[in-house]
């Protein structure tokens, strides 16, 4: 076992297919869990989005060894046909990842009527 800080936290976030009609603001607005699964305090030093995603809030005190925190995202989607394609850039002291990126992805896409079929 490694001795220090370890990070721990989930590589993609998958978001699902969303329809246009069905979207709503909430669907930009996600959070998810950092855990530190080490044997000393895990500091988060920044966590930074891409492309229009704001990081309302991620902790600033050390996690302690075996704990979790949440970090807290918002992006906008735009209600038309899209890939959604967000980074989450996470920097800390981990002893096994000093740079973690946690990805964002989903679709929003239109309802199909009851007599069209995928292909």
Not at 35 to 42: A, C, E, Q, V, Y
Not at 87 to 110: F, H, L, P, Y
Request: glycine letters at 6%; aromatic letters at 4%.
């Amino acid at each position: 076992k490694m001795d220090g800080p370890l990070i721990s936290v989930t590589d993609t976030i998958s978001l699902g297919e969303i329809f246009v009609n069905d979207l709503t603001d909430e669907h930009g607005r996600i959070q998810f869990k950092v855990s530190n699964k080490g044997n000393r305090p895990l500091i988060l030093k920044n966590v930074t989005g891409c492309c229009g995603t704001n990081i309302k809030s991620w902790p600033k005190a050390p996690i302690l060894p075996g704990k979790d925190a949440l970090i807290y995202v918002e992006f906008r989607t735009e209600p038309r046909p899209q890939r959604i394609n967000r980074t989450i850039t996470i920097e800390s002291n981990a002893v096994n990842n000093k740079v973690v990126k946690v990805s964002i992805a989903g679709v929003v896409i239109e309802k199909r009527s009851s007599n069209e079929i995928d292909l």
